[in-house]
């Protein structure tokens, strides 16, 4: 898809011209309306020179809508702004919501790159699946990604560990009660320029044996909104507890780890990375995935299987988990030095410094994201 956007420039009104590829012709094109009231360059390089994570958004965003019968309709990129909902809309009521997070990066020469966004396209489209909701076609979520980086590519941070995370989210907009699959959606997406998710240094994470996050056959590999608002709670326990970030063990037997609130969960033993497998009630990350391939690629073992909490403290005790750490898109790898719970503290390497191999892996990382690495696999989408 890299560069098959074209910007054709007029004075008031410019359009996008969307890809047309021969998988999916009734890719629209995006029509423009520049926002009469940009935020000012200066204002600009004020709220970029920290724009912590998720308060600071861009000029504009890039919206499409569904209804049945008609399709995909109306891309446009039009001045950021709040939508109009009708009161009865369905997705105030019954919550058929899903979004993806993913982020563009400013590269050393000045040009601007995703990462893997075909992989947030599959799973939105799989979201979409699970949450009965129209099917986005892939070359049209990663189309209106490119629309919007082009018309803001200004707030394409350029600063160390900052990126656009762009916001992809669709709601249904049936004005009906009846509880039904709805039939018109609304699909947008939104930016906002970026530093790191949580501050330096390692991160302390509370496990819940309160709360659960999924259960077999619900929504725990799915994007929905719903996943979200059900962690808060237990995301205030961690906060209540003095963590950063609360830890979920599967809703079965409370026995296993799953995940984290907004980030999957890695330990590192010896020349293995050990973590939980994929079956259904954590979110197949698309971090989680690259980091095994690159370790698999250095050559060190992955295990994913299912990791009892109790081993987790009992190999942190004596060392043989040394390291551990959250990743995800906004996270992309944050060491976790402790891990407490009602009975105790696990305590990864001394506790504070993060360890080496959760490092060199983030660095790895990082310089591929950004466009500074070896591109074997040809991750890294470029789109100016
Ligand atoms: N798990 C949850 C619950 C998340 O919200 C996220 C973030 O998107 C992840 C894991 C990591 O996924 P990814 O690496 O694709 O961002
Ligand atoms: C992300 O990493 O993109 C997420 O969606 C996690 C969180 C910010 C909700």
């Not at 259960?215 to 963590?243: D, H």
């Not at 010896?270 to 009630?281: A, C, I, K, R, S």
Request: hydrophobic content about 40%; glycine content about 10%.
């Amino acid at each position: 898809m890299a560069g098959c956007l074209r910007y054709a420039a007029r004075p008031k009104f410019t359009t996008y011209y969307g890809c047309m590829s021969p998988m999916d012709s009734t890719t629209p094109s995006f029509s423009f309306t520049p926002n009469p009231a940009p935020v000012s360059p200066e204002r600009r390089a004020e709220l970029m020179a920290n724009p912590g994570f998720g308060r600071v958004f861009t000029d504009h965003m890039a919206t499409v809508s569904y209804t049945e019968g008609r399709g995909w309709h109306d891309a446009k990129v039009v001045p950021y702004g709040p939508l109009s909902l009708d009161p009865a809309s369905s997705v105030l009521h019954y919550a058929q919501e899903i979004f993806e997070g993913l982020k563009a990066y400013r590269t050393p020469e000045g040009s601007v790159v995703m990462f893997r966004p075909d992989a947030n396209a599959r799973r939105f489209r799989d979201s979409a699946a699970r949450m009965a909701m129209a099917e986005l076609p892939e070359e049209l979520f990663v189309g209106a990604i490119e629309a919007l980086v082009r018309a803001d590519r200004d707030w394409v941070p350029s600063g160390e560990g900052q990126s656009l995370y762009l916001r992809p989210f669709m709601i249904s907009n049936d004005v009906f009660l009846g509880v039904k699959p709805a039939s018109e959606y609304l699909f947008c997406v939104i930016a906002c320029p970026v530093g790191a998710y949580f501050g330096g240094g390692c991160v302390s994470v509370w496990v819940s044996e309160t709360y659960t996050r999924a259960a077999p056959g619900g929504t725990g590999a799915v994007k929905c909104g719903g996943n979200y608002a059900a962690s808060l709670q237990a995301q205030a326990e961690s906060k209540r507890e003095g963590c950063d970030q609360v830890l979920f063990l599967d809703s079965r037997e409370q026995r296993y780890v799953e995940e984290m609130g907004g980030m999957n969960v890695v330990f590192v033993d010896g020349d293995t990375l050990v973590t939980p497998p994929l079956g259904g009630t954590i979110l197949p990350g698309i971090t989680r995935d690259t980091l095994l391939m690159l370790a698999r690629a250095r050559g060190l073992k992955v295990e994913e299987r299912p990791l009892p909490i109790d081993e987790v403290f009992e190999k942190a005790a004596s060392g043989q988990f040394s390291e551990a750490f959250a990743c995800g898109t906004a996270a992309v790898i944050s060491p976790i030095g402790k891990l407490r719970r009602p009975t105790g503290e696990a305590v990864f390497g001394d506790g504070v410094t993060p360890g080496a191999l959760s490092l060199s892996l983030k660095d790895e990382l990082v310089g591929l994201q950004t466009g500074r690495g070896n591109d074997a696999n040809g991750w890294v989408h470029r789109i100016l």
